[in-house]
């Protein structure tokens, strides 16, 4: 995945209303006027946030008559996923690494040489 399809995810995700949204359409496949109606706020700005995940591609939309389904894209939730572990597994080694380096450095005093001072 790119560094800004990335973006575009964890930016959708990162809203409350966006995510209840993305759990609405998985129980189903609600129009926007449906989605609207849950929410105390316009219909226009529930379609922003439409947008903004679709744009993230985690639903899409489908004709359906007059309405317009929304229904959600399973496949963007594994890409989610696969960008977390990428994260995770980056971060384990730098932790990993860290702990090597203080574990040497924090070695026992037995093995550091004496001076002749402590006796």
């Excluded at 639903?59 to 399973?74: A, D, F, H, I, L």
């Excluded at 496949?75 to 572990?85: G, I, P, Y």
Aim: glycine share 4%; aromatic share 4%; net charge positive.
């Amino acid at each position: 995945m790119s560094d800004e399809s990335v973006d575009h995810l964890f930016h959708a995700l990162a809203d409350t209303t966006r995510r209840d949204i993305l759990h609405r359409c998985v129980r189903g496949q609600p129009s926007v006027s449906r989605l609207a109606e849950a929410y105390p706020m316009s219909f226009a700005a529930v379609q922003k946030h439409v947008a903004v995940l679709e744009r993230a591609g985690l639903v899409t939309k489908q004709r359906s008559g007059r309405e317009q389904r929304v229904r959600t894209n399973p496949d963007a939730v594994r890409r989610a996923r696969h960008a977390l572990d990428q994260l995770e597994t980056a971060w384990r080694g730098r932790v990993d690494r860290m702990s090597r380096l203080l574990a040497r450095d924090t070695a026992p005093e037995e093995s550091m040489p004496t001076t002749g001072e402590d006796r």
